[in-house]
Each structure stands twice: as C-alpha cells, then as structure tokens.
C-alpha cells in the first residue's frame, strides 16, 4: 500500500514505528522500496555521499530534482520526501513555494523536507497552505554547518534543549505532518516525541522516536569518508564491492572473463562470408 504522509500520522496514532532510508537513484530506492521501508528521503547527504562535496552547502535544486525524480520513478509503495538545499527557502517565502513546487511537479516527490525551526515558520505556512506535506527537520542542521561551527549533538544545554522543544511545537502549529530530530540526545528526544501529536523521525536520537532514518550507504558500509557514532553496519556491501571489483580486475587481466557463456555465436557460414573467406 502506498505511505502518505497521512499514513506516517496513522501509524503514530497506532503506535506503530516508520521506517525510512535515503535513497538518491533507480535501482537502490526499488530495493529499499521492496524491503518494505515506509519512507525515502532523497536527502541534500546525496551532495557528500554521490557528488563527493564535503558538506550538503553546494547541493542544487537541480540536483534534488535529478535525483528525486530517478527514485519516484523506483519508489512503489514508500512515501518519497525530497530535501530542499541550501538557500532553496531561506531567503523568502516566495522562494520557498516555488521550489517546493517543483520538487513535487519536475521531482514527483510525496513530500519536502527543510532544515530549521522558529526562523523558517512562515516558508512551512506557506508551502502547507499549497497542499504539499512538509517534513521539518531540526537538531543538527547540515546545511548550518558554517554557523553551527561543526557537525555535533544538539539540544544538550538548558537553552538549546528548551528551543528544540519549542520548534518541535512550532513546526507541529505550522502544519508539518513529521519532523526529523537529527543527533539529539535520546531522553529528549523522547519528550519531544511525547509531547507533539506528529512523528518525529530519529537519526542519531535514540530509541524513543516514532522512527528512525538512515544514510542507506552509511548503513550498508558503502561510504567511507566519516562514519557518524549513531550509524550501525546492517550488512558489509562496502568490502562486498571491492571483492567483486577485485576479481573482475583480475579475471579481466588473466584473459578469463568473458568466459564461453558471456560470448555471442555467430553462424560460420556467415562469418567466413562477412570476412571474405
Ligand atoms: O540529507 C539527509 O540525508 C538527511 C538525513 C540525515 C536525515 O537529512
């Protein structure tokens, strides 16, 4: 059954955890799709995990939409949120309409995500007043990496702890239908997931999140840049593609691959007719 947005909302009522996974291509967002996960989100981590930037600063709409649309064109069933890059909604409630828009009509997303709380209420307004489903996103904030002066827990000191509470509701008030706590300690985190009506999505916020997310390539080991303490190795695909890379570096160079059954026959007849013998 396709996830909505409505249904991420349901299965909080019920009690029952989402499950979501990143996803920036074709073939990977049909396999998380087929695994049963509720969610993808091509997140704005494909600018460090696809395109090798060292933050998600330089990441584009143009980028987004690329690779939104190649997983809505895999996604059957999960819900697809898009994430809006860097300066795609800060500058304007204007600004952040029309490009919500396009990662719904040119990405053919379910659903947008954007970073912040209190200072970017009127763009989450705004783009729920469109019809389009809004996922905030609060805690760390990549894409404030310049002011946040690094990538670390948040929400640990009584002022930062108290805001995060506050643009938990605020967002809630705004009409998002989610929000992602991204390196939040666990115990608040729970409070928070308490205390508003909507699911809060975890990554690196402990078990007491309505669900949790994860770079799918930091899970699987593919990515090797940092590894972030909150990441768990589901499965050593990483190590699995440089052995396969290996063996057919070396099959390739020995002279055996391809091998007989990898080769097309052709009639003899013809053969010796085309070269003239
Ligand atoms: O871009 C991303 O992958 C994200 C997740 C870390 C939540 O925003």
């Known amino acids: 059954m396709k996830n909505t947005s409505v249904t991420f909302k349901e299965m909080k009522k019920k009690g029952e955890k989402i499950s979501m996974l990143t996803a920036y291509d074709y073939s990977t967002a049909k396999l998380v799709d087929e695994s049963g996960i509720n969610g993808i989100l091509v997140g704005d981590s494909l600018g460090n995990v696809m395109l090798g930037y060292p933050d998600t600063v330089s990441v584009t709409m143009e980028d987004m939409i690329h690779h939104g649309a190649a997983v809505a064109r895999g996604a059957k069933n999960a819900l697809v949120v898009i994430d809006m890059p860097f300066m795609s909604y800060q500058a304007s409630v204007y600004d952040a309409v029309v490009n919500a828009g396009r990662l719904m009509k040119e990405g053919r997303a379910g659903a947008i995500k954007l970073e912040g709380g209190e200072e970017i209420i009127p763009q989450v307004e705004a783009i729920v007043k469109a019809s389009i489903p809004v996922m905030g996103h609060i805690g760390l904030t990549p894409q404030s990496i310049n002011s946040m002066g690094g990538y670390k827990a948040q929400g640990r000191d009584i002022a930062s702890a108290k805001k995060l509470i506050k643009d938990a509701k605020l967002l809630e008030e705004a009409g998002a239908f989610a929000v992602t706590l991204e390196c939040v300690p666990a115990e608040l985190a729970k409070y928070i997931s308490?205390?508003?009506?909507?699911?809060?999505?975890?990554?690196?916020?402990?078990?007491?999140?309505?669900?949790?997310?994860?770079?799918?390539?930091?899970?699987?080991a593919m990515f090797s840049d940092y590894r972030p303490k909150f990441v768990k190795n589901f499965a050593n695909v990483g190590e699995a593609m440089r052995e396969g890379f290996k063996a057919y570096d070396e099959e390739v160079k020995k002279g055996t691959y391809p091998a007989a059954e990898h080769t097309y026959a052709i009639d003899e007849a013809v053969f010796k007719e085309a070269i003239g013998k």
């Open 194 to 220: 308490d205390e508003i009506s909507i699911p809060t999505i975890g990554i690196g916020a402990g078990a007491g999140t309505d669900g949790q997310i994860l770079v799918y390539a930091d899970m699987l």
